[in-house]
């Protein structure tokens, strides 16, 4: 019986990092923070990191500062992870300003949520996203998250999609394992999961692997998940996923944005964080002394290698 050939490789690898973006105590880009950060995160097991996403504070970061971001942490990975710059914003032709910035200062792909707020019809995020793929020739992944913009990337739209040359990823947080399914099997679409509790369930169902906020505070347990898996070890993946939850909904679901509490635990830790922007405000702390013992418990929990 002839063994099947393994899978094509994701675009961006498997295990990525929605990075932060860390501030210095005044507030403004801390560039060597950053480099810092990045290089940690390459070190634990991203095979990609995120830059300016929702975790990376973009709404509230400059262009300018994008880029430079950017450039400093492929300076700092130095080939050793792919780096995808967020680039989605509700101005088509800003987006596609924003592609060619990234792209220029060195960017291996992007990343696009959906037009936020205006909620535009189906068609029109179609043409959206089609302008934003021919604005550079940098693959692009798409980022479906409704509860954030308001309007979902339909399963046909993104099928459609999917015909672009360059459009070969998206970011799933549409909680939707019906429509992820029908995508999966009619498109060759890398589907990450950005809903860190959902890791090994989308893994197992085809996914690519994930963007992960948690992931900036415990790299390597993540990409375990993820190695335990691919060696036929479900059991262990899947306790190694149940024995992040805590930590998980603390930083996900515990009414703060993944990027107050990832800060909050950073600083914690003695790395790379700074102040989140406003309106965006720090936590209290009481939440981060939470979200501190919960870290604790699943670092100091035995975390099993393939």
């Known amino acids: 019986m002839t063994t099947p050939p393994p899978p094509p490789a994701p675009p961006f690898g498997r295990a990525l990092c929605a990075m932060v973006t860390p501030f210095t105590a005044e507030g ?13 995160l390459a070190a634990g097991g991203c095979d990609g990191l995120v830059l300016s996403g929702t975790t990376g504070e973009s709404p509230t970061t400059t262009d300018t500062e994008k880029s430079a971001l950017v450039r400093a942490v492929r300076e700092a990975v130095d080939g050793r992870a792919s780096l995808v710059a967020g680039v989605g914003t509700a101005d088509t032709l800003h987006s596609a300003e924003l592609a ?33 793929a021919d604005a550079t020739a940098l693959p692009l992944m798409l980022y479906d998250i409704p509860a954030r913009t308001g309007v979902r990337i339909e399963p046909e ?8 040359p360059r459009i070969v990823a998206v970011k799933d947080c549409a909680y939707d394992l019906m429509g992820t399914q029908k995508v999966l099997s009619r498109t060759d679409l890398a589907y990450y999961t950005g809903c860190d509790e959902y890791v090994l369930a989308l893994y197992a169902l085809g996914g690519a692997g ?15 998940i993820i190695d335990m898996f691919d060696a036929g070890r479900t059991a262990e993946a899947a306790r190694l996923q149940q024995r992040a939850l805590p930590l998980t909904e603390l930083m996900m679901a515990s009414g ?24 965006l405000r720090s936590a209290a702390r009481e939440a981060a002394n939470r979200l501190l013992a919960a870290y604790e418990a699943v670092r100091d929990a035995p975390c099993a290698t393939p």
């Open 100 to 132: 060619r910035a990234a792209k220029k200062a060195g960017a291996d792909g992007l990343l696009a949520v959906a037009p936020y707020y205006s909620r535009p019809p189906q068609d029109a995020i179609e043409a959206h996203f089609q302008e934003l």
């Open 28 to 40: 403004a880009l801390d560039l060597d923070g950053a480099q810092r950060l990045a290089d940690r």
């Open 157 to 164: 739209t993104m099928i459609r999609l999917a015909g672009h």
């Open 210 to 224: 994930y963007v992960s906020t948690v992931a900036n505070v415990i790299p390597r347990h993540f990409r375990s």
């Open 256 to 279: 703060l944005p993944g990027a107050v509490t990832a800060k909050a635990l950073l600083a914690g830790l003695g790395l790379p964080s700074g102040p989140v922007r406003a309106p």
